[in-house]
């Protein structure tokens, strides 16, 4: 019978080396969707920022940038708003989005110039955790730009999202994957999908960073999908 020391020690490795394969495989699992899309990647940088103003009340802003392949302003988006947990599985929150996009010509990609648009989300999250993997999930709804005139686009959304994060023993580095879904209301019919898969790293308690490969695919068969590299930041204050 092995002392109590060694098969400690022995477990204790076994769980690492476990470890080590599971972060592995799943980094060698990233690259393997570049494949359904032809696109050079385009980079995105998404950031999230929030302060708790009272109990259960928490004041948000999320900006993102995102880039084309060749590294050419694509858009950024500034987000903002407040989130409000009602229940333990119940977070309901409502933000303003402002979105400036650079425009290309398709033949050409010669510059074009910029639409802004203006839009309302208003979302309703839940989640729950079992063992070591948490899901949550998330509709979101988001207004056409009725009220903006300076774009014609004035599609109205709801977003269907579901992430399974998984909790590695022994490792700050969190595996995640995600779904979503985007129903466009207008045309009845979901337009387009976005799978994400990435890994997140808790700094600390308040800080957290994150790199992600997302596939973004769509409806319609002249559309081509776009590879996406992104890089996620987290800070509550």
Same mark, same amino acid.
């Given at each position: 019978?092995?002392?109590?020391?060694?098969?400690s020690?022995? /477990?204790?490795?076994?769980i690492?080396?476990m470890?080590?394969?599971?972060l592995?495989?799943f980094?060698a699992?990233?690259?393997s969707?570049?494949?359904?899309a032809?696109?050079?990647?385009s980079?995105w940088?998404?950031?999230?920022?929030s302060?708790k103003i009272?109990k259960?009340l928490?004041?948000e802003?999320?900006?993102?940038l995102?880039?084309l392949?060749?590294?050419?302003m694509d858009?950024?988006?500034?987000?903002?708003?407040? *989130?409000?947990?009602l229940?333990k599985y119940?977070?309901?929150a409502g933000?303003y989005r402002?979105?400036?996009?650079?425009?290309?010509?398709?033949s050409?990609g010669a510059y074009k110039?910029q639409? *802004?648009?203006?839009?309302?989300?208003f979302d309703?999250?839940?989640?729950?955790?079992?063992?070591?993997?948490?899901?949550q999930?998330r509709?979101? /709804?988001?207004?056409? *730009?009725d009220?903006?005139?300076t774009t014609d686009?004035?599609?109205?959304?709801?977003r269907y999202?579901?992430?399974?994060?998984?909790?590695?023993k022994?490792s700050?580095?969190?595996?995640?994957? *995600?779904?979503?879904?985007?129903h466009?209301l207008?045309?009845k019919?979901?337009d387009?999908i976005?799978?994400?898969a990435?890994?997140? /790293?808790s700094?600390?308690?308040?800080?957290?960073?994150?790199?992600?490969?997302r596939?973004?695919d769509y409806?319609?068969?002249?559309?081509?999908?776009m590879?996406?590299?992104?890089?996620g930041?987290s800070l509550?204050?």
């Amino acid at each position: 019978m092995l002392p109590t020391s060694t098969f400690s020690s022995t /477990y204790t490795a076994k769980i690492k080396t476990m470890r080590n394969k599971i972060l592995v495989l799943f980094l060698a699992f990233l690259p393997s969707f570049s494949g359904y899309a032809q696109s050079k990647p385009s980079t995105w940088v998404e950031l999230e920022f929030s302060k708790k103003i009272v109990k259960n009340l928490k004041l948000e802003f999320n900006p993102e940038l995102r880039l084309l392949g060749n590294f050419e302003m694509d858009s950024y988006i500034l987000e903002g708003g407040l *989130s409000y947990k009602l229940h333990k599985y119940l977070t309901l929150a409502g933000y303003y989005r402002f979105e400036n996009e650079w425009k290309y010509k398709n033949s050409t990609g010669a510059y074009k110039g910029q639409v *802004s648009s203006n839009r309302m989300a208003f979302d309703a999250k839940s989640g729950f955790e079992l063992k070591r993997f948490a899901l949550q999930v998330r509709v979101r /709804y988001t207004n056409g *730009s009725d009220f903006d005139q300076t774009t014609d686009d004035k599609a109205s959304y709801f977003r269907y999202r579901a992430k399974l994060d998984y909790d590695v023993k022994g490792s700050k580095l969190v595996p995640f994957f *995600s779904v979503e879904a985007f129903h466009d209301l207008i045309l009845k019919d979901v337009d387009k999908i976005r799978y994400t898969a990435g890994l997140a /790293y808790s700094i600390n308690k308040n800080n957290e960073v994150g790199l992600f490969y997302r596939l973004q695919d769509y409806s319609e068969a002249d559309k081509e999908s776009m590879n996406i590299i992104g890089i996620g930041y987290s800070l509550k204050f």
